[in-house]
C-alpha cells in the first residue's frame, strides 16, 4: 500500500510539473485564456490553438492582441521565396517584425517570377497601372508596344485586397502599415521623355496618398471605429463619439535610384531611337530624387488632411440582403477614369473617400444648406502619422564605400575609410553561367540551379539577384526601421516634440 501511494504521489507531482512548464512556455495572452476557461468565465477556445478553430486560417494571418504589419508594395517587401532559392534570406519587413515583436503580418506585395527574364523584360508592382498604361499610350514610340500592366496589382488593387478580408477574430492592439512603392514606377517612367515622366511621375504621387485615404477610411470606420455614444443633456440631439486611441501609422522607405541596381546593366533593354541609355539613365536618377521629394513634400500636408468618415452607429443594423452580385472596388473607390486635359497631362476622377475641404466645395452650389463639421467626430478620428526612413542612403553608403575602398580613395565625410561588409556589389549572387569564365573558379565559388548560378556565400555579395537586395543588406535595412518605430521617431512625434527625425 505504501508503494502505491508513493507512486501515486510521484505521478501527482509530475503532472503539476508538467502544467507549470506547459503555462511558463505559453505567452501571457494563452495563460490569461486558460484562466478564464478554468474558472468558468468563457468557453472561448478557438484562439488558443489553430486546430480549435472553425477555419483554417494561418496563424500570421489572424492573431490580434499585439501588432500587425500590413504590407503593400514591390519586389523589396514581397517575401515570396521561389524553389531552390531558400539562401534568399528574409525581407526587411519579415526583419522589422522581429524587431518590433509584432504578432501578425500580412503581405500583399508581388514581383516578377527570378524566371521571367529574358523571355519577358523586368517589371514589377508599380503605383497605378492605369497611369503608366495611359503615359505609354500617348507616346508614339512606345505605344503598340508589348506592355502588360496589369499582370501585377497595383496599390489601389492591393488595398482593396486587404479591405475585403475579415476583420480579425481578435482586434490587434495596433495595426502599421508598409508602402513600397515608386521603385518601378520610375524604372517605367525613364523611357518617356522627360516632360511627360515628371507629369505622370507627380501624379503617380497624388494617387499613393489618395490610395492612403482609402485606406485610411477602412482604418477608422471598420478596424477601429469611432462610435456614437448618446449622452443626456438639455439638448435634443446631444451625442458625443468615443476617441480612437489608435494611431493610423505608416511606414515609408525612400526609394534607390534603379540605376544603381545590377539589373539596369544587364538586363533592361536597350531603347529605340532617338532614345539612348544615357538618357533614360539620366531620367531615372532625376526621377528618383523627383519622386522622393514629392513625397517629402505631400507628407505633413497628408497627415493633416482629415477625411470624411461618418462613425459606425452603436445600434444593431439588420445586414442587407444577400446579394450573388460580387463586391466591386466603387464601394469605397471607383475605377480611376483616364482624362486627358487641354495641356496634355493625365488626370484622374474617381471614387476616393472625398477630404472635407473637397466636400466643402461640392456642396457649394447645392440647393441644401451645408451642415457644419461635427468638431468632436473630426478630433477624435485617429492620427495619421508617418515613419519615413531613409533606406536609400544605407545602401548607397555600402556601395560608395565599397567602390572608394577598391580606388583607395575616401570623401569628408569618411567613406572609403572604412570597411566594405561585401566581397562585390555589383555582381549578383543569383546570375546568368558566363560562358567565357574559369571553370575553376565556378566550381569553387558557385553552384547551379535551374541554369543559373547561386553564390555559395550569399552574405558577400549585396544583391541577391538583378533587382533583389541581399538578405544581409535586408536585415540592415529591417534594423534601421525598427529602431525608427521602436523609439518612436517618426513625422508627428518629430512635430509635436516628442521624438526625433528619423
Known amino acids: 500500500m505504501f508503494n502505491i501511494r508513493k507512486r501515486l504521489g510521484a505521478s501527482i507531482l509530475l503532472t503539476v510539473l508538467s502544467i507549470i512548464s506547459i503555462c511558463l512556455l505559453l505567452p501571457d495572452s494563452k495563460v490569461r ?15 488558443l490553438w489553430k486546430w480549435g478553430s472553425e477555419d483554417d486560417v494561418d496563424d500570421d494571418e489572424d492573431n490580434g492582441n499585439g501588432v500587425r504589419l500590413v504590407i503593400f508594395g514591390d519586389s523589396w517587401v514581397d517575401d515570396l521565396i521561389e524553389e531552390g532559392q531558400g539562401e534568399k534570406g528574409n525581407t526587411w519587413p519579415q526583419v522589422l517584425c522581429e524587431e518590433i515583436n509584432c504578432t501578425s503580418r500580412l503581405n500583399f506585395a508581388a514581383s516578377q517570377l527570378s524566371d521571367a527574364w529574358p523571355a519577358s523584360p523586368p517589371t514589377g508592382a508599380m503605383t497605378s497601372n492605369e497611369i503608366h498604361a495611359w503615359a505609354v499610350s500617348q507616346n508614339q514610340l512606345l505605344r503598340g508596344g508589348d506592355y502588360n500592366y496589369s499582370a501585377y496589382p ?23 502599415f508598409i508602402l513600397s512603392f515608386g521603385f518601378w514606377d ?72 534603379p540605376t544603381l541596381l545590377p539589373g539596369w546593366v544587364i538586363q533592361r ?27 517629402e513634400n505631400k507628407m505633413g500636408a497628408w497627415m493633416e488632411r482629415t477625411v470624411d468618415i461618418s462613425p459606425a452607429p452603436t445600434e444593431s443594423v439588420a445586414p442587407p440582403a444577400e446579394s450573388t452580385e460580387p463586391e466591386t472596388r466603387a464601394d469605397v473607390r471607383e475605377n480611376a477614369t483616364e482624362r ?50 531613409d533606406s536609400a542612403s544605407i545602401l548607397l553608403d555600402i556601395i560608395l564605400e565599397h567602390q572608394l575602398e577598391d580606388e583607395g580613395l575616401s570623401d569628408a565625410l569618411g567613406l572609403g575609410k572604412g570597411e566594405s561588409p561585401y566581397e562585390s556589389v555589383s555582381i549578383p549572387c543569383m546570375r546568368p553561367m558566363d560562358l567565357e569564365e574559369d571553370i575553376m573558379e565556378l566550381v569553387t565559388h558557385w553552384k547551379e540551379n535551374n541554369g543559373m548560378l547561386i553564390c555559395k556565400e550569399p552574405e558577400d555579395f549585396m544583391w541577391w539577384d538583378a533587382w533583389s537586395l541581399g538578405g544581409k543588406g535586408k536585415k540592415m535595412v529591417g534594423e534601421a526601421v525598427g529602431e525608427v518605430v521602436r523609439e518612436g521617431k517618426s513625422l508627428r512625434a518629430k512635430k509635436e516634440g516628442k521624438g526625433k527625425s528619423a
Not at 533593354?269 to 513625397?295: C, F
Open 33 to 47: 485564456q486558460l484562466q478564464k476557461i478554468t474558472l468558468g468565465t468563457t468557453i472561448e477556445y478557438t484562439d
Open 154 to 176: 497595383d496599390l489601389a488593387s492591393q488595398i482593396q485586397s486587404y479591405i475585403s478580408l475579415p476583420a480579425p477574430r481578435t482586434q490587434p492592439q495596433a495595426t502599421i
Open 186 to 257: 520610375i524604372y517605367d517612367f525613364a523611357q518617356l521623355n522627360f516632360p511627360a515622366a515628371q507629369n505622370v511621375t507627380d501624379t503617380s504621387i497624388d494617387f499613393l496618398f489618395d490610395q492612403l485615404d482609402v485606406l485610411y477610411a477602412h482604418f477608422a470606420t471598420k478596424l477601429y471605429p469611432i462610435t456614437e455614444i448618446p449622452q443626456i443633456s438639455n439638448s435634443t440631439n446631444a451625442t458625443t463619439y468615443s476617441t480612437s486611441e489608435h494611431k493610423f501609422q505608416v511606414i515609408i522607405p525612400r526609394i534607390l535610384d
Open 269 to 295: 533593354p536597350i531603347p529605340a531611337k532617338p532614345s539612348s541609355v544615357a538618357e533614360q539613365q539620366k531620367n531615372a536618377i532625376y526621377l528618383t530624387e523627383r519622386w522622393n521629394q514629392g513625397v
Open 340 to 389: 486627358q486635359s487641354e495641356n496634355g497631362k493625365f488626370q484622374q476622377f474617381d471614387g476616393n473617400v472625398p477630404t472635407k475641404e473637397e466636400k466643402h466645395n461640392s456642396n457649394k452650389d447645392d440647393d441644401k444648406p451645408e451642415e457644419e463639421p461635427k468638431e468632436e467626430e473630426t478630433q477624435n478620428l485617429p492620427k495619421k502619422d508617418i515613419f519615413y526612413h
